[in-house]
């Protein structure tokens, strides 16, 4: 299942059935578990820690040194869960120890060509991003977010679960859940509907979030009174809750 070429430090840890394409290059302090395939040409090093079936295609760079010049050489990880692709030439950075050491992905992430995930980032799960989605530092994406090809996202910005980034986007203000954006800089042009139907959000559910939603953009009111309005319908809506905390805990002010 190992290729004769491929270079794997005696001190990586690698599931039996493991497969590690020709001309890879695996480093100590490397945990790989079973059923991941590695393609030819991968690299993967530092403290390393990927899941079960796994897919990584040639060329990537998988746990290597963050990008940030503050880091300097401190121990940190990257963590990589459950059943994710990761295609041609992503680039995938440890944490550092200003941002908790530790760079995060979740399960069943589709991670397409050139993809960049740099140190610090915090993913979700079952998210796809579309080839050259670049995330820069400390970026924290909820679940089900969908990144369009070349879509960028500025450094701390946060992103809420069923979001959806247009083409191109440049992400510099966070984004709540279930919303739509797109431009250069991003700004919202309304809720995924055709992603919440897809993951089985029904009519009203929509019609709910599309209310809650007016209330934030469309509405002409600040915004903490837009908040009570939509805190005091969460009980019997408990579906914006999740479009509510995404704008309550956001740093960096929401996209508007």
């Known amino acids: 299942m190992i290729h004769p070429s491929a270079v794997i430090d ?11 394409g020709a001309y890879s290059v695996i480093g100590p302090e490397v945990e790989v578990d079973a059923g991941t395939a590695i393609g030819p040409h991968v ?7 990927i899941g079960r079936d ?4 040639q060329f990537s760079s998988i746990g290597d040194d963050p990008q940030d010049k503050k880091y300097g050489g401190e121990s940190s ?6 059943r994710n692709t990761i295609r041609e030439g992503c680039t995938l950075n440890r944490g550092t ?6 760079t995060r992905i979740g399960d069943d992430n589709w991670i397409m060509a050139y993809t960049h995930i740099a140190h610090d980032c915090l993913i979700g799960n079952d998210n796809v991003m579309a080839n050259n989605a670049t995330l820069a530092g ?3 994406v909820g679940d089900h977010v969908i990144f369009g090809g070349f879509s960028g996202v ?4 946060q992103i809420g679960s069923f979001a959806f980034l247009g083409m191109f986007s440049a992400v510099n203000r966070d984004i709540p859940a279930y919303c739509m954006v797109s431009g250069q800089p991003a700004t919202p042009k309304g809720v995924n509907s055709e992603g919440l139907r897809r993951h ?31 805190a005091a319908q969460v009980s019997g809506q408990p579906e914006l809750q999740e479009f509510l905390d995404s704008i309550v805990r956001s740093t960096r002010s929401i996209v508007r």
Do not use: M, W
């Open 138 to 140: 400390h970026v924290r």
């Open 97 to 102: 120890a200003e941002g908790g050491g530790v």
């Open 10 to 20: 005696p001190t990586a840890s690698l599931a039996s059935d493991v497969e590690v």
């Open 77 to 82: 990880r990257l963590e990589i869960g459950d």
């Open 43 to 49: 690299v993967i090093r530092g403290v390393t820690r």
């Open 54 to 57: 796994n897919r990584i295609f």
């Open 154 to 157: 500025h450094q701390f910005c």
């Open 200 to 230: 089985g959000f029904t009519s009203d559910q929509i019609r709910n979030i599309r209310r809650a939603y007016r209330l934030v953009y469309r509405a002409g009111i600040k915004l903490d009174e837009a908040t009570e309005r939509i």
